[in-house]
């Protein structure tokens, strides 16, 4: 096999038109294989350096080679981490519970109970306060008359709950009608509290989902003060989060197919949900700078129970169709610059084609190229 020089950094290497994002540490890894047992051979270089195309035949120098195959067809790149699977929203957003009731904290929830719409969340004097869902905080008590989005977020509550119909109240309504008052009525029957039709400020809370209580910081029998927040928590769901190498942030983008491998070794799928916009610093030095990347499993069963379990991530950057394949370590790197493969025919003669790099996929050790090359034509390799 021709032999050639050190292998450039990626990021001066030609990517090929038209297509995406593709691994910067690709030649890296292809750097230190090339290296290690390819140097230029001068002449060589000179003959093709004047040439766009192949050069002129040459003989092989020896080195223990092999042949392999340039192929066409689906070539994806793949970015690797590590990352947990624990309860979080799909950005990482967490759920704060501020109390509007006065009275005295009589039942508080405990951490990793989960709640639902129309569950009784706490108890300030015995008294509920439950959980709706919608984003407009209670700043208010509402009755008849009243108008707002936050009367449309208990209309549609109220319907939710099976305490009215859509066609008896309108739950796109932001109106507090009769229908309103009479839904919610029922819903104090159920809960054993005085029906007075209207929703007083501290009975119940508005936050955008089922909740799984992470922290409590109120304790009973003490004194519940309106405005203060008093417990937090997440989504009922499990994401993977992954810290990801800031430098790293314009490779992934949200809604990439995403393989997480479990600590089980079972593999399931997954869609990139997030990408943080704020980075955190490991160190004193305030190097190694990362980003929270938050990944929805398309199949929440296949966890199970597991929770701030250990995963393994795999994020496809970039996907081509009908793309030229050949094995990374085939490539030639030119000392004036560009990448070039050792092709050999039929009669056993040697060329160098030049190449343009495209997208890499590590995993499978092979690149997409561009240049003067056939599906099915032989390349030179270096022996494993």
Sequence with gaps: MMTGAAVPSQESSPAAPGHGRRRRRGLTGLAAV???????????????GGHHGRSDGVTDNGYPTSVATVTEGSLVSQLGASGTLEYTTSDGSGYSVVNQASGTFSKLPSTGEAFSRGQVLYRVSDDPVILLYGSTPVYRSLSGGDSGPDVRELNANLVALGYATSSELDPDSDYFSYETAYALERLQLKLGEEQTGSLTEGQAVFLPGRIRISTVSATLGTNAGPGAPIMQGTSTSRHVVVNLDAAEQTEVAVGESVQITLPDGQ????????????????????????????????????????????VTVEITTAAVKDALIVPIDALLALSGGGYAVETVNAEGVHQLAAVTLGTFDDANGTVQVTGELRPGERIVVPNA
Excluded: M, N
């Excluded at 090339?34 to 093709?48: C, E, N, R």
């Excluded at 399931?268 to 190097?287: C, F, K, M, Y």
């Design 267 to 310: 593999a399931t799928p997954g869609i990139l949900s997030s990408v943080g916009t704020v980075a955190s610093s490991s160190g004193s030095s305030g190097s190694g700078a990362t980003l929270p990347v938050y990944i929805t499993l398309k199949h929440p069963g296949a966890a199970s129970t597991l929770d701030q379990a250990p």
């Design 34 to 48: 090339v290296i290690g047992v390819l140097a230029v051979v001068a002449w060589a270089v000179g003959a093709f």
